[in-house]
């Protein structure tokens, strides 16, 4: 039996892949989006249509979070794909792709297949698994990209690490061109940050910490930008966090490279100082920048540098975290609280409401090449419906993902996700 269908009214929609900004009503037959009408053009409810009213509301396609770390398989105690999917519904997210860096690294079909079909069958979004460049991430053999694209790889990542051999990554973006894969790298010189753990500067000084040269994001970037030049593959920049990281990317933009770059909400939204009294929370990577760092990647979403925007969530355990700064587990969750840190920038006039949705929906769709990010007709009704001035605060005791490692905790947001729908069935329904 077929669902009813559903009418959203009174809504205003804001779908950057068609240039809407304005009161939309939307129809929702079998799952997909029937039919649009503006305002001035409304008409009836078809028969025993569901009617949601939206008034005072707004409603965007559905969130596209690129990266996404999960525990399973091998550590379901930090996060499973269910409980990861649930928090994601939460924060407005329809779709997200899961990073390789399990135990183990998803790098061969099965394991690309088992992604799939835990999250056919436990998963209330949607979920695309991501592969590893080299095997087992030791940076020597290439995988097989045709046939794990072929189980369902969306994009070929090392995870957290950077592959050093120059030849080896020359010859990987190479292949990757072959399929028409992304291959995405977070730019971290091991050398050059060796045993630091925080932003390089005064302020370590200050807390007596070892630091992390902008260096060592700025060089590995820049090896990467030229070898993508070089070879004409699609190349994605995961977590750019420095002025000179965004100044690098939009020469190469400039010059018609395939070239995309993302960075992740807390480098939009905190720095260096949030570390305060050594709060391990605040322990990430690419480490919290300066302030002039932070306002510079505003700048580059706001003018299109950055296309993406990540929550980058990275569950941890409490016994990886609950340790002095220097020897607690980098990372932070991220999903539920992405959409509400950036409409901070929204609030604050820095950045417009549809650009954020084109950052943090659309563009994450085109680029990896899923469905999602738009409500154009017949597309599948993945769509959150948010209340831009509902207050809240981030507390431990309302988190929904297995991990409690947020550096939001007791943060005071401005904006709410109220209800969140995959295929035109409501996955997350906030009561409050």
Known sequence: MADRPVIIQNGHLVDPSQNIDHPTDILIKNGKIAD?????????????????????????????????YVGEPGDEYRETISSASIAAAAGGITSFIMMPQTNPVIDDVSLVDFVCRAAR?????????????????YGEELTEFGLLQEAGAVMLTEGKHTIRNNLLLRRAMTYAKDFNMVISQESSDPDLASNGVM??????TNLGLPGIPREAEIIPLERDLRLAALTGGNYHAAKISTSDSAKAVAYYKNNNHNVTAGTSINHLSLNEIDIGRYRTFFRLSPPL???EDRQAMIEALGDG?????????DPQDVNTKRHPFAEAATGAIGMETMLAAALRLYHDEKISLSRLVEAMSTNPARIFSIPGGTLKKTSRADLTII?????WIMSEENILSKSKN???EQARFLGMVLQTMVAGRIIHNHNG
């Open 387 to 391: 209340d831009l001035e509902k207050p």
């Open 121 to 137: 069958d436990t998963a209330v979004v949607n979920v695309y698994p991501s592969a590893s460049v080299t095997r087992g991430f």
């Open 199 to 204: 932003n390089e500067g005064l302020i370590a």
């Open 289 to 291: 920048r300066s302030e």
């Open 36 to 68: 649009l009408a503006p305002k001035s053009q409304q008409t009836g409810a078809p028969d025993g249509a569901r009617i949601i009213d939206a008034s005072g509301l707004h409603i965007l396609p559905g969130l596209v979070d690129a990266r996404v």
């Open 406 to 408: 947020t550096p939001f």
């Open 305 to 313: 540098t950055i296309d993406i925007l990540v929550s980058s969530h």
